[in-house]
């Protein structure tokens, strides 16, 4: 009889544990959008690193992105105590960053400027018009500090496949839907913690 009852609870607890994510309609894209990103790897990305809306965990108020860098996750946080989860890649551990910014400025499909220190350890690596091959993605949102340009981004990625794992330069990737997404919701000022 104990295990019946243990059964039924255990039951009860999945299923409400389950009403807590709730899969959310993809973003509206624009004609480009659609012509570059049906040229990039879709890639197969764990359901974990999906994007949810979610009840929000990081205790911030409504209107903060918050990176969770040991568990690959970003919230955008939302009223009635709800956030936007998206799963990313992060920079590998002696990239890795942490720290609070705002977003200073937001673009589309941007160009891919690498700095000189990147480009000091990878030679090849140069200067990508916005379009489907640019490391950068779909959209950028340009992390500051004090008014100044921390060189981290919260961009799309052409490598879908390493959601979920810690391989940039230490910038923060996002599927090019999901950093669709997020573009529009968040305004520039936006509050950037990455813990």
């Known amino acids: 009889m104990k295990l019946v009852h243990f059964a039924v609870l255990a039951a ?8 807590q994510y709730t899969k959310t309609a993809d973003p509206v894209l624009s004609e ?10 879709t890639g197969d990305v764990d359901k974990m690193f999906a994007r949810y809306m ?21 919230y955008y946080t939302l009223p009635d105590g ?4 998206y799963g990313v890649a992060l920079g590998s551990e002696a990239f ?8 200073d400025h937001k673009a589309e499909w941007p ?19 916005g379009g489907w091959t640019n490391p950068l993605g779909a959209r950028a949102l340009y992390l500051f500090q004090g008014g100044k340009d921390t060189l981290y981004r919260i961009h799309g990625t052409n ?17 090019n839907i999901d950093v669709i997404d997020l573009y ?12």
């Open 111 to 129: 160009t891919w400027n690498p700095p000189a220190e990147m480009i000091a350890r990878w030679p090849h690596v140069k200067r990508t018009e």
């Open 54 to 74: 979610v009840d929000n965990p990081t205790g911030e108020p409504a209107g903060v992105v918050v990176v969770e860098t040991k568990q690959h996750l970003l």
């Open 96 to 103: 890795g960053w942490t720290g609070e910014a705002v977003i």
């Open 159 to 175: 490598e879908p496949e390493k959601i979920g794992r810690s391989v940039s330069s230490g910038c923060i990737r996002m599927r």
């Open 32 to 41: 480009r959008d659609a012509q570059f990103m049906a040229m990039i790897p």
């Open 12 to 19: 009860i607890s999945l299923s409400l544990g389950a009403c």
């Open 82 to 85: 709800k956030a936007m989860r």
């Open 184 to 195: 529009n919701r968040v305004p520039a000022g936006t509050k950037v913690i990455v813990r």
